[in-house]
């Protein structure tokens, strides 16, 4: 069973720009999640999508956005791109994603220059 | 609010020698406990969890860790550390479908 699949793997960019990030989830799985790991900031919750409805957001500004396609698979995207927003974004899927194991993908490392 | 604390950032431990990796949590209601770990370069991968039941839990790659209410904790031990252990370790708690992390312990093994 392949793993969960992250594109790209790295991603430069200026400020300004916005940029779309992409999740392929494991095979039947119908939660999808995503975090944001910094060194300052650590690992911090986005928001977590289920049979392509949000059901769960963190507290980022309004810049971060995701959505759900009806094959599980997760695009977040992020306008408007400010220095802060460098970091790790990992994507991780789960059946159901109550309170159970998560899968982590290895990640989309963005630099915003 | 919830929150995670690992009070220690860095840890280095000779290869053979036992670990334990600390973690306190805040949460009201009995919590859903998780350590991740993560390779450089790599995501996380769940070690082990305890939603509840028998308090002393086993994990994958021969860690487990151990409950205690009274204390607020969830330690992380191993009793013989491998090289391949050197990693960054997270202890996370469940809150809805969410995970909230703590700031992780960075490991070292000396040979």
């Known amino acids: 069973k392949a793993g969960v699949t992250q594109t790209p793997r790295y991603l430069i960019k200026t400020r300004g720009q916005q940029v779309t990030l992409s999740c392929s989830p494991i095979s039947g799985h119908r939660s999808v999640s995503w975090y944001q790991q910094t060194p300052g900031q650590g690992l911090q919750f986005l928001f977590e999508?289920?049979?392509?409805?949000?059901?769960n957001k963190g507290n980022f500004p309004g810049r971060f956005s995701g959505r759900q396609f009806s094959n599980s698979r997760s695009e977040m995207n992020v306008s408007t791109l400010e220095l802060g927003d460098s970091a790790l974004y990992l994507c991780a899927s789960s059946l159901l994603g109550t309170h159970e194991k998560l899968f982590f993908g290895s990640g989309t490392q963005l630099s915003v220059l | 609010a919830q929150s995670v604390t690992q009070p220690d950032i860095h840890i280095t431990v000779s290869e053979g020698a036992s670990l334990e990796l600390r973690c306190n949590y805040s949460?009201?209601?009995?919590?859903?406990l998780f350590w991740y770990v993560q390779s450089p370069g790599q995501g996380l991968q769940l070690l082990l969890k305890y939603f509840s039941g028998d308090t002393l839990v086993q994990g994958i790659k021969g860690f487990e860790a151990e409950f205690k209410r009274s204390q607020s904790s969830f330690n992380l031990r191993k009793p013989s550390v491998h090289w391949s252990d050197a990693a960054e370790y997270f202890c996370a708690v469940g809150e809805r479908s969410k995970l909230i992390f703590g700031a992780g312990t960075r490991l070292a093994v000396h040979p």
């Open positions: 949460y009201g209601a009995t919590p859903y």
């Open positions: 999508y289920f049979s392509e409805t949000q059901r």
